[in-house]
């Protein structure tokens, strides 16, 4: 049986053959960037391992024997769910491999934020010196941080933020009550962001969450608070976050994922001077990175062994 991987950025598939060739698997390696590529890639193989490729409902009409799609990471909005449905494919994800990197990260986002670190760094390099010069700091434990979205990862977001701040609220009408943190208040979307300086997004993308963060909401917070982005770019519409920003009703938006990655190298977003960016790394570490790739590869083993994986998005086939 063949397990094509339609794209991936790694040096190496040694992680993937020593757990998919005992198990009676053939790997090959497509550098698939369109649909197109990936049927053509796709003809003769049971599974795929997909990074960044789209499996359309186009690919899944012309590839029958396909049975299994695993995600190389937590979100599948590149992944046609509503057909794979249809044709009785399997789609699995790897939804805790880097829990602790993007809360970490995102963490770091927010801290960074508030203690201005970004701006002073700027203004340090243009030979300013002023403490003053960036505006005012408020301490932490007089400001309230809104989580949208507190599951794996945003429940992590707020038990290390707790520490730090007066209030934490959370927005997450998914989150059964047995599962919410302790300490962290639970609010709607709209009260979220009246009361929250910063708010951290933690969401999926999907048809509710897409361009969910839109200039209403942001006039919404307090003047002059923070937004931070780990999940997905097009959560947040990005024409209103900059006017935001430059209205000032925003200080300041610390963003890992853009809704096009990398932006158009003459995007306003990336010499914003109250923007501070990172490369939609939040999820890395080598360890991480190490913890996906196997669990993504060990997907379609459990598949074929067990009948289903261990992280079922879509429920597919009988596999035997």
């Not at 991987?5 to 497509?30: C, K, N, Q, W």
């Not at 997450?172 to 709209?190: F, I, K, M, N, T």
Request: hydrophobic share 40%.
């Amino acid at each position: 049986m063949k397990v094509v991987i339609t794209d991936a950025e790694y040096p190496d598939l040694d992680i993937e053959r020593s757990i998919l060739e005992p198990a009676g698997f053939t790997l090959e390696l497509a550098h698939c960037r369109t649909p197109e590529d990936v049927i053509q890639a796709g003809r003769d193989a049971v599974a795929f391992l997909v990074q960044y490729a789209s499996v359309t409902r186009q690919v899944f009409d012309a590839l029958p024997n396909l049975r299994i799609v695993s995600r190389y990471g937590v979100g599948v909005d590149t992944i046609d769910l509503e057909a794979a449905r249809e044709h009785g494919v399997w789609v699995a994800n790897v939804p805790d491999y880097g829990t602790m990197e993007v809360a970490t990260h995102a963490m770091g986002m927010i801290l960074a934020m508030i203690r201005h670190l970004p701006f002073y760094d700027q203004l340090v390099k243009d030979k300013r010196w002023h403490y003053l010069a960036t505006g005012p700091l408020h301490r932490p434990g007089t400001l309230t941080l809104g989580i949208v979205g507190v599951g794996r990862i945003g429940g992590t977001v707020a038990r290390l933020a707790q520490p730090y701040f007066q209030h934490v609220l959370g927005c997450d009408p998914y989150l059964p009550e047995d599962a919410w943190p302790e300490g962290v208040e639970q609010v709607d979307l709209e009260t979220l962001f009246q009361r929250s300086h910063v708010v951290s997004l933690h969401v999926p993308l999907t048809d509710e969450t897409y361009h969910m963060v839109t200039r209403r909401l942001l006039e919404q917070m307090p003047r002059g608070g923070y937004l931070v982005n780990t999940a997905r770019g097009s959560v947040v519409q990005l024409d209103d976050l900059l006017e935001a920003l430059n209205s000032g009703q925003l200080a300041g938006a610390a963003l890992d994922v853009l809704p096009q990655e990398p932006p158009p190298p003459d995007h306003p977003i990336l010499s914003h001077p109250k923007v501070l960016l990172s490369p939609h790394a939040a999820f890395f570490s080598v360890e991480a990175e190490q913890e996906l790739r196997r669990k993504a590869a060990y997907n379609i083993v459990a598949w074929a062994r067990e009948g289903r994986p261990p992280y079922v998005v879509v429920e597919g086939r009988d596999a035997r």
